[in-house]
Each structure stands twice: as C-alpha cells, then as structure tokens.
C-alpha cells in the first residue's frame, strides 16, 4: 500500500507553493526599491527638460510661409 498523506497538508503545501511562485512573479515585475523608481522618475524628468530645450519655436517661420 501507499503511504497514509493528509490531505489537508498536501492541499496547504500546494498552496504555498502556487503563492510563492506568484510572489516572485511580482518581485521581478514590481520589486524595485524607492531608489531605484526615484532615479527611474528623475531621468524621466531630465529627458523631457532636455527635449523641450531642444524644440524650435516655429511661431515666426509659419508667418512668413
């Protein structure tokens, strides 16, 4: 015969498992520390500061056209 197995337990066990691998999912997805999405955010803004001090104004060529 096979060994005796509660039920239970095994179920507990599963889930267990099925939550730390969707844990881990997440981490890799979500897991950043407050560092890391501040910087993230910082050279967003800088980007975008630096974009726009890039773009022409094209107010005056458009009269003349």
Request: proline fraction near 0%; include cysteine; glycine fraction near 6%.
């Amino acid at each position: 015969m096979g060994e005796v197995v509660n039920l239970n337990r095994f179920r507990k066990e599963k889930r267990r498992s099925e939550d730390r691998a969707e844990a881990d999912a997440n981490a890799l997805c979500f897991g950043r520390t407050k560092a890391q999405k501040e910087l993230d955010r910082a050279r967003a803004e800088k980007g975008s500061r630096d974009h726009a001090a890039h773009l022409r104004n094209n107010d005056h060529e458009d009269d003349g056209a």
